[in-house]
């Protein structure tokens, strides 16, 4: 008679630390299958202890526990190939393929990658956080590996719900439904959620398939085999269905966004999709969120003018629409992470006479600059383009830093951008830009705004923010935000006994001539900006220079970011500081060009 709740010789001891014995597929694949659902509460402990620290995308990978540990046993990574799709979501991948003793690092500099990253390992692929790729990558690989001989090569794309709305996968699905040599795995994450519920018909549909009362299956219209719902925390189920399949195959598996942490389950607004660590890296300085001053004065707007609508791309809150909607329900439009078409779609709404505000993180909207040319510009649509995120965005590393929109926008014909430095030049410059008759941008960075700068004089459309007087020899031209840098440079450069004016040029495309009339009379013009150099306002400037004053021109130094390079993940202020973007580098570089004179 054996004790209630000792093991039998039929359970499996378990240890406790079970997953500390996960070292590699390999391992995982011994982990007999009675032990699995203990693992999978590990991993979610593990989860939860961690990123409750490092902060992260706790949300989508407690939702993708029994699915990654099934593609793992089933699969043979890195021999066989598994994408991530955004790749938000790849935590307990990295746990599973030897990182888990590193994931205390998780999005800090030197640290983890919150993404995959081929650097850490042969396991990761895409390293891209850009939604809907995934299954593009599928059909190159698996075109490469049937053109090089290697067909015992699987590939396997987890894409989900949310990322399904982007145009890309259809693209995708299209060119992998017409090769039914290739058998390509596509595993459907379907947890109902992209931040929100996903938006559109997709979602429609999958919800029929879910429920079993879709009219049809789209998927198999298009080529795949269909297998599921499978339910998506069942990893024998999940296992029964991934298994070889010699024929392009969608398996639909139905997740919980947040599956297994009570706080997480119980978000109604995104399942604590993202989660800010206490370790905060990034201390929340004074000032008030950019985000939030945002909606409040689109608000503001949206009451004066009932001509203003707002386009979101799936991420209504993080870009700080909400307050918007819940005042103009039938004015706000969730178009699903399809950046291309919220960009085409904000065309016809100018072209019907409304004024559309694009709210779209800036490294997000890269993908939609033809529409911004081609379908806004070209025919001087009255959009206006907010885009927060602009500059170094911080813990989301390389694909999410907004440091090409200037650069980009310049090119723009008929386009004004406008950088605020603070939350009340937030407010003023969206008024600007939602009463100007073209294409117009509103950039500003992830997090708080510095307190109020206030000018204490005009130059055209810049404002003088310190200095001004005739015996200034150095003029400093901050874009953004990097005027709080600014000021804090002069005061100390007053010390040196050097008269330094400080510039906020608010505009920086198109450059403001009366600026450039004033930079001429100085020996010395630093520029300084949270954007790659290429294109942007220190370039802009430098040209217009050398045409007002020909071969006189100052001294020019343009203070951005390294060129011809991605940056990694860091806190905002660590980075700023290491490309001298900082008072400290300010100082540094008028001082160096001061003695080079
Ligand atoms: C092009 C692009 N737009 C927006 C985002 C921001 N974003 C990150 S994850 C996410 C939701 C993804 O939903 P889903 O694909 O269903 O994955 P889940 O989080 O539900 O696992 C969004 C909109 C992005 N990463 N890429
Ligand atoms: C994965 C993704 O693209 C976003 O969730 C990203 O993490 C943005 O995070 P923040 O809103 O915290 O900048
Ligand atoms: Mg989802």
Known sequence: MTAIGAPTELEPLIPTDLLASVRSPDDLRRVPPAALPELAAQIRAELVRQVSTTGGHLGPNLGVVELTIALHRVFRSPHDV????????????????????????LRSAGGLSGYPSRAESA????????????????????????????????????????????????????????????????????????????????????????????????????GFAYVGPVEGHDSAALERAAAALHHPVVVHAVTRKGAGHPPAEADEADRQHTVSGTSARSPRRGGADWTEVFGDELARLGHERADIVAVTAAMLRPTGLLRFARHFPDRVFDVGIAEQHAVASAAGLATGGLHPVVAIYSTFLNRAFDQVLMDAALHRSAITFVLDRAGITGPDGPSHHGMWDVSLFGLVPGARVAAPRDTAQLRALLRACVAYGGPSVLRFPRGTSSAVLPARARWGEAEVLAGGGAEAEVLVVPVGPLAGAAVEAADRLAGHGLAVTIVDPRWVHPIDLDLVAAAARHRLVVTVEDNAPSGAFGETLARALREHCGSSTPQLRTLALPPGRFVAAGTREELLSSFGLDADGIVRAVLDASARR
């Not at 890309?168 to 439904?177: D, K, R």
């Open 82 to 105: 598994i994408v991530w799709d955004t790749g938000h979501q790849a935590y307990v991948h990295k746990m599973l393929t030897g990182r888990l003793d590193a994931l205390g690092t």
């Open 123 to 222: 396991h990761d692929v895409v390293e891209n956080s850009h939604a809907s790729t995934s299954l593009a990558y599928a059909d190159g690989l698996a075109k490469a590996f049937g053109l090089t001989g290697r067909c015992d090569r699987r590939v396997v794309a987890v894409v989900g719900d949310g990322a399904l709305t982007g145009g890309m996968c259809w693209e995708a699905l299209n060119n992998l439904g017409a090769a039914p040599h290739r058998p390509v795995v596509v595993v459907l994450n379907d947890n109902g959620r992209s931040y929100g519920p996903t938006a559109g018909q997709v979602a429609v549909h999958l919800r029929g398939l879910r429920e079993g009362t879709a009219a049809g299956n789209l998927f198999e219209d298009l």
